[in-house]
């Protein structure tokens, strides 16, 4: 099974700031990496999927990059808004798999 | 507009059984696959369970092979979970996601969750 890592677990950043998660898989899933934004108490929402691409209505300040087993999504000017846990989505093969996430803090 | 509105969670014993639901509307719903994802209290996000849209193919995460069923029922829009001999570790939010095509994929549209607890 591919296992995936993502790194930091938390992060604590400004508003304007631009931080990047990065998400390592065990082996190479290609491009077939999802991105996901979580505020609490609330479902998942799609932001990246095939590790680049951005879904409709997702501000353009996120983007994903990487293919094979290393993987960054990068928020460039932090709003207050996006405060929240991210997880990346290995969607390769079956099993499918979820990194640990990353919670980004306000600093 | 999608939508995803589960149901049937709530409190279930150790080695009981509970069945959950998720009525889907705003897409034709047998032209994709559908999935399970949970969420145990202030943990990550773990897939449960994917079904192919004609219900063809189904995948399960080991964790609940043998215990759960994936299924769906595309003339009334609606996937189910048959969750058998639970534990306390199935304790979670429990999610169903439209896939973004037939078979796999990632998953663009979420429903809001429904909490199944597993207790005596």
């Known amino acids: 099974d591919i296992q995936m890592t993502q790194s930091p677990s938390t992060l604590s950043a400004s508003v304007g700031d631009r931080v990047t998660i990065t998400c390592r898989a065990s082996e190479t899933i290609t491009n077939w990496l999802a991105w996901y934004q979580q505020k609490p108490g609330k479902a998942p929402q799609l932001l990246i999927y095939?590790?680049?691409s951005l879904e409709s209505g997702v501000p353009s300040r996120f983007s994903g990059s990487g293919s094979g087993t290393e993987f960054t999504l990068t928020i460039s000017g932090l709003q207050p808004d996006d405060f929240a846990t991210y997880f990346c989505?290995?969607?390769?093969?079956?099993?499918?798999?979820f990194g640990q996430g990353t919670r980004l803090e306000i600093k | 507009e999608v939508q995803l509105l589960e149901s049937g969670g709530g409190l279930g014993q150790p080695g009981g059984s509970l069945r959950l639901s998720c009525a889907a509307s705003g897409f034709t719903f047998g032209s994709y696959g559908m999935t399970w994802v949970r969420q145990a209290p202030g943990k990550g996000l773990e897939w449960v369970s994917t079904?192919?849209?004609?219900?063809?193919?189904?995948y399960y995460a080991d964790s609940v092979k043998g215990r759960f069923t994936i299924s769906r029922d595309n003339s009334k829009n609606t996937l189910s979970l048959q969750m058998n001999s639970l534990t306390a570790d199935d304790t979670a939010v429990y999610y169903c996601?439209?896939?973004?095509?037939?078979?796999?994929?990632?998953?663009?549209?979420w429903g809001q969750g429904t909490l199944v607890t597993v207790s005596s």
């Open positions: 996601a439209k896939v973004e095509r037939g078979g796999g994929g990632y998953f663009d549209y």
């Open positions: 079904i192919s849209g004609s219900s063809s193919f189904t």
């Open positions: 989505q290995n969607y390769n093969r079956f099993p499918y798999s």
């Open positions: 095939k590790a680049s």
